[in-house]
């Protein structure tokens, strides 16, 4: 495998071709500076042969093919994109086609009332569901250096999120497919790196945007222009 930085670093969302015209997506198409798709034949047939390990291959299979199942009508010609399906349409529609039975659910605090609702909903469709609570353990924020001045509520015992809890009981679980809803920045990460099973997102924390943080990323040349403004 090559050293870090031996290569050209992909660069794709710099990448200034319309979408039909890039190489990624039709033959005879186009690469910018960087492509990978060009410049990274080695490490894309490395990547390829992941695919032939049966578990893998099946999964990406069924990935794909819940791709297709969330657009209708596509024997229309031409075809315009016709997309019919929500996230958690999709999460328990995928986990059905790989024949999951039990789901894992970690949750954060400030989505409890949406935890119990996705709860019901993967249960009425017959899914053995195991959930955790991002505060589960009560483990006091001082463990991990945090003094008051870094604590929401200053002046009071402040249990911290704790991710790899979350991620170590629903690995004792055996869930087959875990799906976070509202994990922390950092937190989210480090409850990837400890889960055992596939894990998927219904939704990320966005505290000002009601959980939809694209939101600034549309708005981010009017209403939310300050995030691209640097020093603030």
Do not use: W
């Not at 909903?121 to 569901?129: A, N």
């Amino acid at each position: 495998m090559s050293e870090p930085g031996s290569k050209s670093l992909s660069k794709c969302a710099e990448c200034g071709l319309e979408l039909p015209e890039r190489i990624c997506r039709a033959v005879g198409g186009k690469g910018s500076k960087n492509c990978p798709t060009l410049l990274q034949k080695e490490t894309l047939a490395e990547a390829n042969r992941e695919y032939e390990v049966p578990a893998t291959y099946a999964f990406a299979q069924k990935a794909s093919v819940q791709e297709a199942d969330c657009y209708a009508n596509r024997d229309q010609q031409p075809y315009v994109m016709q997309p019919t399906k929500t996230r958690i349409v999709e999460i328990y529609e995928f986990a059905a086609k790989m024949n999951y039975r039990r789901l894992g659910l970690a949750f954060c605090a400030g989505l409890t009332k949406e935890a119990a609702i996705v709860e019901e909903i993967l249960t009425d469709r017959g899914f053995e569901v195991v959930s955790v609570l991002c505060k589960a353990g009560r483990t006091p924020k001082e463990m991990i250096g945090i003094t008051d001045k870094d604590k929401i509520y200053r002046g009071n015992e402040e249990a911290m999120c704790n991710p790899i809890f979350q991620a170590k009981l629903l690995n004792q679980s055996g869930s087959e497919l875990n799906i976070l809803l509202g994990l922390c920045v950092g937190h989210d990460a480090l409850f990837f790196k400890h889960a055992e099973a596939p894990t998927t997102v219904l939704a990320v924390k966005d505290r000002v945007t009601g959980h939809n943080p694209l939101a600034a990323i549309y708005l981010s040349n009017s209403y939310y222009r300050k995030i691209k403004q640097t020093g603030n």
